[in-house]
């Protein structure tokens, strides 16, 4: 069993700066590529930025430049930190891991439940 918790997400005011983090638990051998997605209202959740175990980090076009994902391995946690938030930016953002469970053969995709963020003024 794995299960990934986001930390609770706000309101931000337009060029705002807010901090997401989740963390991995459960009993598993490893966690491998990481990263965030979201889904704003009436739209498909799409891709925000992915890191893998060793660290290489991957962002959609709209957010390079102003989020900057990390994760520490000895954890198991990982964080998004957004900076210039715009309305855009408004959604639910979702925590999302490969993993090897230990109960089971492959690693699988785990998803956390969300954080709410909008940006408003």
């Known amino acids: 069993q794995v299960t990934l918790v986001e930390s609770a997400g706000g309101l931000v005011q337009p060029g705002g700066s807010l901090r997401l983090s989740c963390a991995v638990s459960?009993?598993?051998?490893?966690?491998?590529?990481m990263g965030w997605y979201r889904q704003a209202p009436g739209k498909p959740r799409e891709l925000v930025a992915t890191i893998t175990r060793s660290g290489t980090t991957n962002y959609a076009d709209s957010v390079k430049g102003r989020f900057t994902i990390s994760r520490n391995n000895a954890d198991n946690t990982m964080a998004l930190q957004m900076n210039s938030l715009k309305p855009e930016d408004t959604g639910v953002y979702y925590c999302?891991?490969?993993?090897?469970?230990?109960?089971?053969?492959?690693?699988?995709?785990?998803w956390g439940k969300g954080a709410q963020v909008t940006v408003s003024s």
């Open positions: 459960g009993s598993f051998f490893v966690v491998n590529v």
């Open positions: 999302n891991a490969n993993a090897r469970a230990r109960d089971r053969p492959t690693s699988d995709i785990y």
